[in-house]
């Protein structure tokens, strides 16, 4: 294959021996060429800039835990013609770095694929290789229920949720009357509301239900 036919790749990875790794073992596939490898944010955006590769290939956790997914959400805005590739151990962020524009997602334990991976992201496709794709299928239920649970909270009233958030910070409800303004037994009606609108058998179980939707 002509050096002009082969696909660019511009990577960015902070662990050091794990990048001229990669960098070696891409370097042997002949429809694939490495132009340059960063270890840190400003240095792929410098790179991108510079080469304006084919693929991008991109760790999640480097100068924060969050950095790959901005990154993938930069080049969705300033580099659209650029198809990233997650690279990482991270599997808590699979759902959404395909929503910031990610075309395939592998994980540093199955580098095998990394190849293949990038080739049929250069042709247009969207990969989601069998390991990855079970997390992203419990990713996708896990967000369904939180947002299930965003909708069922809606049928509480601003004063009875502001009421659970008081309660969830372990506040008695004399003091959370206090705070308010509102008398004790208004506060008790209005919890007797949010179970009978529930179903739920106790507050307790109302904050295990709704805590995590609840909000600051």
Same mark, same amino acid.
């Given at each position: 294959m002509?050096?002009s036919?082969r ?8 662990n050091l021996?794990l990048a001229?790794t990669v960098?070696?073992f891409?370097a042997? #596939?002949?429809g694939? #060429? ?15 800039r510079?080469?304006l590769?084919?693929?991008a290939l ?15 959400a930069?080049?969705?805005? !300033? ?13 808590? =962020? ?7 524009g ?11 694929i990394l ?6 992201v ?8 069998? =390991?990855v ?5 419990s990713q996708v ?9 965003s909708? #069922?909270? !809606?049928?509480?009233?601003d004063r009875e ?5 008081h309660?969830r ?12 303004g509102?008398?004790?037994f208004?506060?008790r ?6 179970? !009978?609108k ?6 307790r179980?109302?904050? #295990?239900?709704?805590?995590e939707?609840?909000?600051?």
């Open positions: 002509s050096e036919s696909l660019s790749v511009v990577m960015v990875e902070d021996d001229q960098q070696d891409l042997a #596939e002949p694939l #060429e490495v132009l340059g490898a960063a270890h840190e944010v400003k240095g792929f955006q410098n790179l991108i510079q080469h590769p084919d693929l991109i760790d999640i956790g480097l100068d924060t835990p969050r950095s790959g997914l901005d990154l993938l930069w080049l969705r805005s !300033e580099y659209p013609v650029v198809k990233p590739v997650i690279m990482t151990v991270n599997q808590g =962020d699979v759902m959404e770095a395909y929503n910031l990610a075309r395939g997602y592998v994980l540093k334990t199955g580098l095998e190849a293949p991976t990038l080739m049929e250069s042709r247009g496709n969207l990969i989601i290789p069998p =390991d794709g079970e997390l992203f299928l239920a896990a967000s369904a229920a939180m947002w299930k649970k909708i #069922e909270l !809606e049928r509480f009233s949720k502001e009421i659970l958030k309660l910070t372990g506040m008695r409800r004399e003091d959370i009357a206090d705070r308010l509102i008398s004790f208004t506060v009606r209005h919890i007797q509301n949010m179970l !009978e529930t179903g739920e058998p106790s507050i179980a109302i904050l #295990e239900k709704f805590g939707v609840l909000g600051a």
